[in-house]
């Protein structure tokens, strides 16, 4: 059943959300509230902050809050989803708020939940990546579309191995899901992968993907919050 914060990964899907979260706060709807924040924190470190904030800081301050509403309610598939959004890689405490995550799903018996949270614990960068093999695997089992179209992107564009066959997949998937927002940003996936590579370019090493995670991990919420996760 559609949810009044099911929105698209857009601006105007964020906005929505917002303004739902406002009126549920107002009513002193707690569990509603907690789902409209961790869907906010899905949405900023997507599409942005509605003030130009750091996306990845304000993603999981949203997050953080989302997670304190619903311990209270008891919605354990719910705080699954929240734990998962307040999880920013290469935080300190993002790990263990995935573990927490995953651990809800497998206690609740949630395979979709659970294949969710075990794609997020993905390796970034290039080079093997068990995590979406397996979160893949899950998402086959379980049916959902929009899952594996998720990963079929991620593992079509990984650095250094692109492979436009896995991208094809990936939109014909989203499209299926009727999800033509993430369809759509597959094929802008697809035009950079069928792009001849630059010889001039030097190739990115692991160094460079370390120093590029490292600009998630020096935000400000680590003062505010004891350290950030998406």
């Known amino acids: 059943m559609q949810e009044p914060w099911d929105v698209p990964r857009t601006e105007e899907g964020r906005d929505k959300v917002i303004a739902l979260l406002e009126e549920y706060r107002a009513a002193g709807q707690d569990r509603e509230a907690g789902i409209c924040l961790s869907r906010l924190a899905y949405l900023i470190k997507h599409v942005g902050a509605p003030d130009g904030g750091h996306a990845f800081g304000e993603s999981a301050k949203t997050g953080a809050e989302a997670v304190a509403l619903l311990r209270k309610t008891g919605d354990k598939k719910e705080l699954c989803r929240a734990l998962r959004q307040a999880a920013v890689p290469f935080h300190a405490n993002c790990e263990p708020l995935l573990a927490e995550s995953l651990a809800l799903a497998q206690e609740i018996g949630d395979m979709e939940e659970e294949a969710w949270t075990t794609f997020q614990m993905r390796r970034f960068g290039g080079g093997p990546d068990p995590m979406t093999e397996r979160a893949l695997d ?93």
């Open 138 to 230: 899950l998402f086959q089992q379980c049916g959902s579309l929009e899952g594996q179209a998720s990963c079929f992107l991620v593992m079509g564009f990984r650095i250094g191995m692109h492979n436009p066959e896995m991208l094809q997949r990936s939109i014909d998937l989203f499209e299926q899901a009727g999800n033509s927002v993430e369809a759509e940003r597959g094929r802008k996936f697809l035009e950079v992968a069928l792009m001849p590579d630059d010889p001039n370019e030097p190739p990115i090493t692991d160094e460079d993907i370390e120093r590029f995670g490292q600009m998630f991990a020096t935000d400000s919420c680590e003062d505010e919050d004891g350290g950030c996760g998406i």
